[in-house]
Every structure is written in C-alpha cells, then in structure tokens.
C-alpha cells in the first residue's frame, strides 16, 4: 500500500521489472509460494526455486540511484 491507500497488481515475469517498481512481490511455485519485500525475496536461491534457472545478481549505481539486476545463466534440470 502507498501512501495514498492505493495498491496495484502487476503480473510480470521479469525479476528486474519488479525490482525496480515493486516494494512486495509474490512468487508463485507449483506446490508453494513465498511473499514479502521485493528486495528481500528477489534472490538467487528463489529465482532458481520460482523460476527453474540459474542466474547472477549484480548491484551497482546508475545515476546516482541503486540498482540490482538479475542475468539468467541456465535453466535447472528438472528431476523426476
């Protein structure tokens, strides 16, 4: 919630998006899920988890703002 009492739901499957716009976010799994702060649940071990791929997170400034940004490396090899 703003606040201005005003939410807004975004569906995307962009962790950068989210990051960038969102302050919680949900991750859907097919047997759970997880919610909380976009920063604190955004994480290598979730993506990995939510998203079935290996990836690589970077944090540096761009104008003068913090940024972090995922890069996806591989997908997970799925057991079973």
Known sequence: ???NNMACII???YPNNALRIAGR???LGEQDYITGSTKEIMT???IQKYFGVY???AEFQYKGENVT???FL???EMKG
């Open 44 to 46: 290598v071990a979730n």
């Open 25 to 27: 976010s949900l991750l």
């Open 55 to 57: 990836s690589y997170v």
């Open 11 to 13: 569906n995307t499957h």
């Open 69 to 71: 940004s995922f890069s």
């Open 74 to 76: 591989d997908e997970v």
């Open 1 to 3: 919630m703003s606040e």
